[in-house]
């Protein structure tokens, strides 16, 4: 599976009222990318969310590196770093979309696959292939 990168911006309602990104929000930053990457892979999760199939974030280990500020241009990449019987591990960076070097943060997301009574469950088969 290749690298998905998708790009921001950092709003008003991002930061707090010195003009830096609040903490929580890299999070949402990660959630967008997953979430497009997700659909451009052609895994519709509302599809699978219908058949009672969903990930859930089962933990999120975050590295705040340096602060991004109001209207920054950020890039959010997507690597999924592993793939277990109901579980997917993501590592995601977000950097300034202008200067690669320059990582506002990093962090690994654990996803948990769950029917809809959030029990844990196999990813199937047919959703599987959207990430190999």
């Not at 948990?112 to 292939?129: M, S």
Request: charged share 20%; hydrophobic share 40%; net charge positive.
């Amino acid at each position: 599976m290749s690298q998905f990168a998708y790009t921001t911006r950092v709003y008003y309602a991002d930061t707090d009222c010195a003009g830096v990104v609040y903490h929580t929000n890299y999070l949402k930053y990660m959630e967008h990318a997953r979430a497009e990457w997700f659909l451009s892979l052609g895994c519709n999760f509302r599809t699978w969310h219908d058949k009672g199939i969903c990930f859930a974030v089962r933990s999120a280990q975050l590295e705040y590196l340096k602060p991004a500020h109001l209207l920054d241009e950020l890039q959010v990449t997507c690597d999924i770093m592993q793939i277990g019987k109901a579980s997917l591990q993501i590592q995601h960076t977000i950097r300034n979309a202008q200067d690669n070097n320059l990582i506002y943060c990093q962090g690994i997301i654990k996803l948990a696959c769950v029917n809809d009574k959030l029990r844990p469950q196999a990813i199937p088969k047919a959703l599987l292939k959207h990430f190999a």
